[in-house]
């Protein structure tokens, strides 16, 4: 399989994308307390309806010019899963893995819901994947669907940002619909497939994923679900069973030895699931080092959990990983000299005002907010 890079350019210029980059990587932390007084740090940005508007139409465009199945070389690259709308820990993985375009990465998804800013979120990663679209990938998740973000907290963030109910559900359905337009899974060099949720009992080939037809709809059933809802059994369990999800399925030992057989992978990448045995590294394996189940979001819903990232690198044909873990107890917030700025935005910053261009006046208009 070849990959895609060489056919797209390092870094998208684009004025609208750039200023809400900056505008996103450049806020300020503020300090709130929830129920039982503990404290929740968010970023204080504002991101109007209009810039969104603008935001998915653009991202619409993106993804569905991407095949379903996406093609990464093999070259280092950090794998995130889950951040169910934490800002402020995803900057902190920009930050300590470096940020784009210097690492590439890939996110699994499942970037709304159950956190208190999956607006911030979902937007932050849209401009990092449309400015360095080589750089940074992004799957669809469980989440990112009409039904679940009902009743998980994403429609009633947009509905509580905005305070108009017309107001909220018309950014939340322009998520939506760039959701349906997302891909589903990514092979990267040629060795280590990812998706958010694992295999599926109507894949015989992995190419049989560039035929889902986008933009759609998570259907109940089929190839398209099980990419997001599967599980991995219990080690001690073979083959397929049912998931105690009430959909998709769950796969065992045989079926991740089969699979990787027959297309030639080594290693099986995916998120979903947080459990008791995660809770230390934020990651497990299983079937023999074969799988990973990775989760990146933090102390999720109160948890105290641990999170990880994994960075892959390729060296002689085999598949190198390498964990960074975040701790639950040595979670702070930013200091306040930590600019969350990309370093050739900055260079990109004076080149356009030594060129006087129209970004100068919009960068001044935010430098003076």
Known sequence: MASMM??????????????????????????????????????????????????????????????????????????????????????????????????????????????????????????????????????????????????????????????????????????????????LAAVIGSKVFCSHGGLSPNMESIEEINAIDRPSVVPPYGLACDLLWSDPAQPERNGWGLSHRGISFTYGKTVVDEFCAKNEISLVLRGHQLFKEMYPQGCVLRFGGRLISLFSALNYEGHKNNSSVLKLDFVGGKVKVKQVVYRCRHYVPLKPQEILACRDMKQAKSQEKRRGSRMDSVMGKIKGD
């Open 6 to 183: 060489e056919k797209i350019p390092k870094i998208n210029h684009d004025d609208e994308i750039f200023a809400l980059l900056y505008k996103i990587l450049s806020s300020q932390v503020q300090t709130l307390y929830g129920e039982d007084m503990e404290k929740i740090y968010q970023l204080n940005v504002d991101i109007s309806p209009l810039e969104i508007s603008k935001l998915t139409e653009k991202m619409k465009k993106v993804f569905l010019e991407q095949p379903c199945l996406l093609v990464i070389g093999a070259e280092p690259i950090t794998v995130v899963a889950d951040m169910h709308g934490q800002s402020i820990h995803l900057l902190r993985i920009l930050m300590t893995c470096d940020a784009p375009p210097t690492q590439k990465f890939l996110f699994l998804g499942d970037y709304v819901d159950r956190g208190s800013q999956s607006v911030a979120v979902i937007c932050l990663l849209f401009c990092l994947k449309h400015r360095y679209p080589n750089h940074v990938y992004l799957l669809r998740g469980n989440h990112e669907d009409v039904n679940t973000t009902l009743n998980y907290g994403f429609y009633d963030e947009c509905l509580d940002k905005w305070k108009s109910e017309d107001i909220g559900e018309t950014v939340w359905k322009m998520f939506i619909e760039t959701f349906n337009c997302m891909p």
